[in-house]
């Protein structure tokens, strides 16, 4: 696999190179993660990798060797120039200067899966970190045709987006993902294995796309309006919570719904299950 830590060295002295700290940029320099990353995505020839973030092109190279495609979105104009130097030669290197929050993933895949080459879309990425969370919302809410995106985040963000709902360490995000995927947490990464370091312990998860959904709300905005109001204050009751927010009229509206729907009035939010909120939201 070449030494990463020497060629990562190489292409920032080449290119003058100095990580843009309000980009998120810090660069994977171990192979061990860089191969876990990889072979944990399991991507195939008649695959489409969608790649956020790729700095330097050190994932890159690799996802380039085994899916159909690659397409790369990078923000930094600097890094575009290092990856179009890189990867000019590779006929199935597509490469993106936008930020991904603003890129129609829609369109994008529809325009790839036309062409008749691909079969299924991947996301592989170490996130920049001061976006993860809009990044992976964008993701799932906007119901990309995904089968999985395996992403590098920060660790305590990653153990909230996998937690189980109705389990410990959970927020409303939590329900979100839990929602669109079944989740893996795949490998804990210390800060050493990038440069320069930042400041929080890593963690990749894999969250595989679910082809059938495990609730079925009548309106899922408003349940999930719910989820995020009854976590504004998860520490108090759900009734209390609701009824201090608005979802529910008054108290006596919330003890009724909770009994009708056999729950303990004393419930607090991060006890229930997404199937209860569902519940609860259709009710309402
Ligand atoms: N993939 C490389 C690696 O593993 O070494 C770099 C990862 S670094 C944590 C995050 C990358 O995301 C940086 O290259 C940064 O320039 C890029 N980035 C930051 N904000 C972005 C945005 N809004 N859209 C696309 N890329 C962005």
Redesign the pocket.
Same mark, same amino acid.
């Given at each position: 696999m070449g030494n990463i830590l020497e060629e990562t060295k190489f292409i920032m002295k080449k290119h003058n190179i100095k990580a843009?700290k309000s980009?998120?940029?810090?660069?994977?320099i171990s192979e061990e993660v860089v191969n876990e990353i990889v072979s944990c995505s399991q991507i195939k020839k008649d695959d489409l990798v969608i !790649?956020?973030?790729?700095?330097?092109g050190?994932?890159?190279k690799f996802l380039l060797e085994q899916a159909g495609k690659v397409i790369c979105? !990078?923000?930094?104009k600097k890094?575009i120039n290092i990856l179009e130097d890189r990867f000019s030669l590779y006929d199935n290197f597509e490469l993106i200067n936008?930020?991904?929050?603003k890129v129609d993933l829609k369109e994008l895949i529809k325009n790839e899966k036309e062409k008749g080459k691909i079969k299924n879309v991947k996301i592989v990425?170490?996130?920049? &970190? &001061?976006?993860t969370t809009p990044i992976i919302m964008k993701l799932l809410e906007e119901e990309l045709e995904l089968e999985s995106i395996t992403v590098?985040i920060q660790k305590e963000v990653a153990d909230r987006l996998i937690a189980i709902p109705g389990e410990k360490n959970t927020g409303a995000i939590t329900y979100s993902v839990y929602y669109y995927a079944t989740s893996e947490a795949i490998l804990e990464v210390p800060n050493s294995s990038?440069i320069p370091e930042p400041e929080v312990t890593s963690k990749v998860i894999k969250l595989n796309i679910r082809k059938e959904k495990t609730v079925d709300p009548q309106d899922k905005e408003k349940m999930f309006k719910i989820i995020k109001s009854a976590f504004t204050q998860k520490r108090k009751t759900l009734i209390n919570s609701l009824s201090n927010t608005k979802i529910f009229d008054n108290k006596q509206q919330g003890e009724e719904i909770l009994k009708t729907l056999n729950i303990n009035q004393n419930v607090r939010p991060e006890e229930l299950t997404l199937e209860e909120f569902a519940k609860i939201s259709n009710k309402l």
């Open positions: 843009n980009l998120g940029q810090n660069f994977l !790649e956020i973030g790729p700095g330097l050190t994932l890159t979105i !990078e923000l930094d890094m936008n930020d991904v929050l990425a170490n996130l920049p &970190y &001061y976006i590098m990038f």
